[in-house]
């Protein structure tokens, strides 16, 4: 399928391991320019030489903690002067800590608003005036399945990340004059560090291994099996194609089928 991405700009937020990473190495493969940021220079030194040797493209990297304004506008000015603009965004952010509404503290929600909310908020802000100047745009948000259906224990994601729903909905509707589209891809469970890790805890809890607690998570899903970070990736490069131009304001979860509802 031509998907017309060859030599489009992209930043690609958060991306130096899991979903973001994934989602970098996908618009590589299409020929795009891409640009990743993280917080740890080593780890995107390295995800960046790995994405060069795979698949034969430059790589621009900016160090950026998404909960710090500054380092957003200085990583937005950086990809957009290399670039000439960037064409398509993919918010995507760390995830929040576990909890249940009595666990967090007031500097849980404030933490977790300024990384999952705020972070898009002002990356969006600061790459529309260039999109709207061309004409042509796309901005995808990483969400989660909490989005559609709360998740046990993640009072954060369930709370916060439906507030990103509704700012895609609006955005869409005030940006498709610019040819603009704005979109969320919410990603069910997907084999990365983060549910490694969340598996790790949980076995220790329940005194069970963490390959069992995966086993179980596999067992609530139709396709019977966790997604592997490219399968997300799929759905956000068609989004950001030329294939996608009528798609906007939407939500769509990539999840093997795991939300309950119709
Ligand atoms: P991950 O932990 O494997 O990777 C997260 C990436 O974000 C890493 O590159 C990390 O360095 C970076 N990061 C974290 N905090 C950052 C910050 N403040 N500034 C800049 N970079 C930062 O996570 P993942 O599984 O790839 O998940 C990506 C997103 O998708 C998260 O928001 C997660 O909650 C969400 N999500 C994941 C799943 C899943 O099953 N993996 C399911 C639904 C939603």
Known sequence: MFLGLSRKSVLVTAASNGIGRA????????GARVAICSRNKENLLKTTDEIKSKFGVD????????????????????????????????????????????DVQDSDWQNAFNQMFLSAVTAT????????????GRIINITSISVKQPIDNLILSNAIRTGLVGLT???????????????????????????????????????????QVLTDIAREIPLNR??????????????????????????IQVDGGYIKGV
């Open 125 to 136: 802000k600061l790459v529309t005036p260039k999109m709207i100047e061309k004409e042509w």
């Open 59 to 102: 790589v621009l990297w900016c160090v950026c903690d998404l909960s710090k304004r500054k380092d957003i506008e200085n990583t937005i000015a950086a990809v957009e002067k290399e670039f000439n603009g960037i064409d398509i965004l993919v918010n995507n952010c760390g995830g929040p800590i576990r909890g249940n509404f009595i």
């Open 226 to 251: 966790l997604a592997s970070p490219k399968e997300i990736a799929a759905l956000v490069v068609f989004l950001a194609s030329m294939k996608a131009s009528y798609i906007t304001g939407t939500t």
């Open 169 to 211: 909905k609006s955005l869409s509707n005030e940006l498709g004059k610019y040819n603009i589209t704005v979109n969320n891809v919410a990603p069910g469970y997907t084999l990365t560090n983060r549910v490694y890790e969340i598996a790790v805890n949980k076995a220790k809890e329940l005194n069970i291994s963490h390959e």
């Open 23 to 30: 989602i970098a190495e996908e618009f590589a493969s299409e």
